[in-house]
């Protein structure tokens, strides 16, 4: 079978993007021809590698996966106008530069955020012939709307019967929550065009090590309490903040930020206007050190702004902060995640208008009061059971190659 990936966001960028791209070395390790149309890397911090600079279009082979990047306007996430842009830019690029690329596709999966990437799968499904597929990692504009990074309006209103037209052309759905499927049954999806295939985590987060990380960044003797990812509007970072300010008087305890976004300038602010010597932001880390900060460290932290979306939303940060063993507290009241928690060995969550709380958790934590450690080793062994990324990648494989003998 010959599949034709279409995303705006690909390695090495960072991220959820992980999840596409080790999908589809799997795929090709099975068997199948992946191709996979996307844009010139340049999320989060919108800085293009030096190796893609002043290209229009470019072709490279990674692991027996033909990648075709196309321009886009690149741009830092922490300017969601000029992003919106891109969306549009590249658009029109990978579409003029889908004619480039030779051959018949049997299926064309576009993923989704962004909003573009279906627009672009369907209008190449048409011309190709080929089955329509869309994988839903992020709801839009429904996340942004209550996020509120769009006002409700008839922009957004549009958009979103946009969406969900597509949604109903599509041979089939992927979901990568059950929340959203859900949602797509909610809004008269049928049930059997829609399977949900969750992100998983892949090995490197599975056997990862310390690699000296607390020793580099000064934090030996430390009790790190780390928040790993984008600094958005979609969490309430700024709980996690006074939790420091409440636990100023606990000089071991070190609350680290590793990761980048449209809030950042506003949480370091804060942290200056408190005085806090036990807060540092530690900017963007490479991809593949990531799961060397999460082993690091003592305590793992999440926490989502508590609107009703968030309620079918699970991180996939979360399969990774779940395999690195490490006890994790997350600012939740309820939802997909804490349920997944609950199963995985117990939830520890925080309503994140209450940063007392948190504090209370870190310090039952660092006392002992709960067991830390057997709380990550549970984490630990129910994605080694359940989450592993190959296990989901055969599943989802399975209903790509069941679609293709559909009549």
């Not at 990648?393 to 209903?399: E, G, M, P, S």
Request: a positive charge; aromatic letters at 10%; charged letters at 25%.
């Amino acid at each position: 079978m010959n599949i034709l990936i279409v995303t705006q966001h690909f390695p090495p960028e960072r991220g959820a993007v992980r999840r596409l791209a080790e999908f589809a070395r799997h795929f090709t390790k099975e068997g199948e021809q992946v191709s996979v149309l996307t844009a010139m890397p340049n999320y989060p911090d919108g800085i293009v590698p030096e190796k893609y600079r002043g290209s229009f279009f470019y072709v490279e082979e990674i692991e027996g996966v033909k990648i075709y990047r196309s321009y886009v306007l690149p741009a830092s996430n922490r300017y969601p106008g000029k992003r919106m842009i891109g969306f549009i830019i590249f658009m029109i690029t990978a579409l003029i530069n889908s004619f480039r690329i030779k051959g018949d596709f049997d299926l064309i999966l576009a993923s989704t955020p962004t909003v573009t990437t279906p627009v672009i799968g369907w209008i190449l499904a048409k011309i190709r012939r080929a089955k329509f597929v869309i994988e839903i990692r992020d709801l839009q504009p429904e996340s942004s709307e209550e996020f509120g990074n769009l006002r409700h309006s008839l922009f957004t209103r549009g958009l979103k019967k946009l969406m969900h037209s597509l949604y109903r052309k599509a041979e089939h759905v992927v979901s990568v929550t059950d929340g959203i499927t859900s949602y797509l049954v909610e809004i008269g999806i049928d049930p059997k065009r829609i399977s949900t295939i969750k992100s998983g985590v892949g090995s490197e987060f599975l056997h990862s090590e310390t690699n000296g990380v607390r020793k580099r960044f000064g934090w030996e003797g430390k009790y790190l309490v780390l928040y790993c990812g984008t600094l958005g509007w979609a969490h309430t970072l700024e709980t996690v903040i006074e939790a420091a300010r409440h636990l100023v008087d606990q000089p071991d305890i070190e609350f680290v930020f590793a990761g980048d976004g449209q809030k950042r300038a506003a949480l370091e602010g804060m942290v200056r206007d408190y005085g806090l010597k036990n807060v540092s932001f530690i900017g963007l880390q490479e991809l593949e050190t990531v799961p060397y900060f999460l082993k690091a460290s003592d305590v793992l932290v999440e926490s989502l702004k508590e609107v009703p979306i968030t309620k079918g939303t699970f991180p996939c940060k979360l399969f990774e902060y779940m395999a690195s063993g490490r006890p994790i507290i997350f600012g939740s009241r309820g939802g997909e995640a804490v349920r997944e928690l609950e199963m995985a060995g117990g939830a520890l969550w925080f309503p994140t208008d209450r940063p007392e709380r948190l504090s209370e958790l870190i310090l039952q934590l660092k006392n002992g009061k709960i067991d830390g450690d057997d709380l990550g080793k549970k984490y630990h062994h129910h994605v080694v059971e359940n989450h592993r990324r190959e296990l989901w990648a055969d599943r989802y494989l399975k209903v790509i190659r069941d679609l293709k003998n559909s009549c």
